[in-house]
């Protein structure tokens, strides 16, 4: 954990940022709102003024929402996949997107022993963390729709020992 200012929960969202809708960045910033957690984001190989651009409307976009920008951080792409599995171990819960979601990196923060919070589309891209955590015995997990995932993660984000049973 790398901020200064980090809370005592840190949710992980280290999907490429493209997957992330507004509609999926604004539930995370209620869960934020009413937890007083932080999220980490992960960019790809971006470069320096693209990766300047998303910290500044995700930022804003917190600051419009009435949290904190200081509660998002923002990694960069590490070299080493040792070095990606023990930054990924490092968080509470990882928060899935939904139409577009965590496919590898999710069974990466799975084997990091990093539990995963989800919730099923009807397309294809949005199911296979539910199926990884389905057949890991993990399924309560797994959300049926936006509000009851968003009601998860601000459980959870209150009560992390109840996470201890995941990791």
């Known amino acids: 954990r790398t901020s200064s200012s980090l809370t005592k ?5 280290q999907v490429n940022t493209d ?10 910033l209620r869960v934020l709102g009413t937890t ?9 190989a971006n470069t320096e003024g693209e990766h300047m651009l998303l910290v500044s409307s995700l ?5 419009e929402a009435g949290v904190s920008a200081d509660r998002l951080q923002f990694l960069r792409k590490v070299d080493s996949k040792e070095e990606h599995l023990k930054r990924l171990g490092e968080g509470d819960l990882f928060l899935d997107t939904d139409a577009y ?3 590898s990196t999710g069974l990466e923060a799975l084997w990091a022993g ?10 294809f891209a949005s199911r296979p963390p539910a199926s ?8 309560e997990l797994v959300a049926r729709n936006r509000e009851e995932y968003e009601d998860m993660a601000s459980l959870l984000a ?4 109840v996470l201890g049973r995941w990791r």
């Open 158 to 161: 209150r009560r992390p020992s």
């Open 132 to 139: 990884f955590l389905t057949n890991l015995q993990m399924e």
């Open 9 to 13: 929960f840190l949710f992980d969202a």
């Open 19 to 28: 997957r992330i809708q507004h509609h999926m960045l604004l539930v995370w």
């Open 36 to 44: 007083g957690a932080a999220l980490r984001l992960r960019q790809g």
């Open 59 to 63: 930022s804003s976009a917190a600051e």
């Open 101 to 103: 979601s965590a496919h």
């Open 114 to 123: 990093l539990p995963l919070l989800t919730f099923p589309c009807e397309g």
